[in-house]
Structure formats: structure tokens, C-alpha cells
């Protein structure tokens, strides 16, 4: 069984505050997949990143960056100098493979809506 | 250019009259899922088929059927929609890496 938990439902920040969003996951798998996306208002799913399970290597694009701890099962996201723009619900995910080992499964987590206010 | 179309985008239905929710991709790609999203329940995952002729229930399959009988089409019935069944929709696909998803646009979804 897979679990992905975001315990911020709600985060408001003013324009220009830096914001960290969590996730934490369970899995039993050795490989396994984690993603970011981002959901604007506008409802479609914008892919923001995959990292894999044997690359703990922290990542930054832009003014996102996120933190891979493998022995906290975590995956946070961090948003600096947030704009408005940011304003979306943020999804963590992860992918496991089918018990059968044939294919994967994606389970998302439930979501944070973030608000960056002007 | 590589992706997954849903359609309709929006549709409001009455409760008992089926009705179908398309979804194409023209990656190539094996394995497909349905995912239903709600408020503070992120996104379920309904059916996925790993590829044609093989489909199984996601975690919240009932009032639904899928079919597979092409590789790059994977449709989602709702043959007597409820008002529970209210929702905006999602279509994925992947190759069997599972490494990369591509998502529909969304179908939302409302049944009065």
C-alpha cells in the first residue's frame, strides 16, 4: 500500500514570503517516482517535477526548489519570493510499482491550496 | 504534439442518463488510468488499464465501466450517473516506467 500525506490544506502568504509546502509518503518499494503538480484555478494539471528514488539530490528551478529526505520520507516543495501567479492547489505524488511488478500506479496526495496574496 | 484528450471539458447531466467521457492519447503509451477529483481528497483513481483488453478497479470504481479495446483510447461510462458522481475527471497515460504521466484537460462533471 502507498500513502502520500499533505497536512497543509490551506497556506496564505503575502507577495514576496517564501513558502515551503510538505509531503510525506509510504511505500515499500525500493524504486519508486515522486512528482510535484501544480493545479491553477483554471483546473488543468501542469506537471512540475519527477524525482526518483535513488537521486536524494535537492533540486532548484527558478524560485522553486525542492528537498528529497529519503530518511524522513519527505519531499517538500519551496516557493521563494512567492508572486500571485503561485496561487494554485500544489499536488504531491508517487508512483509505485503493481504488485504484479508489471506497471505502476500513481497516488496523489490531497492537495494544498496555496493563496499568495498582493 | 504529445498528449491526452478529454472530452467534453464540462458536461451537466441528469441523474439515470448514461453517458460516456472520452479519452484518446497518441503517445503510444500502455497503461491508462481514470482519476476523479474532490474537494480535500486530492485525486482517486477510478479504473487503469496496463494495456488493451486489461483493465482493473482503481480505489473507487463503483458506478463506473471502462473499456480497452484500442491502445490509445480509454473511455469512462457512467451508465446511471448519481449526483455523487459530480466531479471533475481525469485521464492519465504512461508508459509502463510509470516515470512521466500525461494528463487530460479534465472533464467536470455534474449530475442533477
Known amino acids: 500500500a502507498q500513502k502520500v500525506t499533505q497536512a497543509q490544506t490551506e497556506i496564505s502568504v503575502v507577495e514576496k514570503e517564501d513558502v515551503t509546502l510538505d509531503c510525506v509518503y509510504e511505500t515499500r518499494d525500493t524504486t519508486y517516482y515522486l512528482f510535484w503538480y501544480k493545479q491553477p484555478p483554471s483546473g488543468e494539471l501542469v506537471f512540475l517535477i519527477r524525482?526518483?528514488?535513488?537521486?536524494?539530490q535537492n533540486e532548484i528551478s527558478g524560485r522553486y526548489s525542492w528537498n528529497f529526505q529519503k530518511s524522513t520520507s519527505s519531499f517538500n516543495f519551496t516557493i521563494t519570493a512567492s508572486q500571485v501567479v503561485d496561487s494554485a492547489v500544489y499536488f504531491c505524488a508517487l508512483s509505485e510499482t503493481f504488485s504484479s511488478g508489471s506497471a505502476r500506479q500513481l497516488t496523489f496526495g490531497s492537495g494544498t491550496q496555496l493563496t499568495v496574496l498582493p | 504534439e504529445a498528449q491526452v484528450t478529454q472530452n467534453p471539458r464540462y458536461l451537466i447531466t441528469v441523474t439515470g442518463k448514461k453517458l460516456t467521457v472520452t479519452c484518446s492519447q497518441n503517445m503510444n503509451h500502455e497503461y491508462m488510468s481514470w482519476y476523479r477529483q474532490d474537494p480535500g481528497l486530492g485525486l482517486r483513481q477510478i479504473y487503469y488499464?496496463?494495456?488493451?483488453?486489461?483493465?482493473d478497479k482503481g480505489d473507487v470504481p463503483e458506478g463506473y465501466k471502462v473499456s480497452r479495446k484500442e491502445k490509445r483510447n480509454f473511455p469512462l461510462i457512467l451508465e446511471s450517473p448519481s449526483p455523487n458522481q459530480t466531479s471533475l475527471y481525469f485521464c492519465a497515460s504512461s508508459f509502463r516506467t510509470g516515470n512521466g504521466y500525461t494528463f487530460g484537460s479534465g472533464t467536470r462533471l455534474t449530475v442533477v
Open positions: 524525482r526518483n528514488s535513488f537521486d536524494e
Open positions: 488499464s496496463m494495456n488493451v483488453e486489461v483493465t
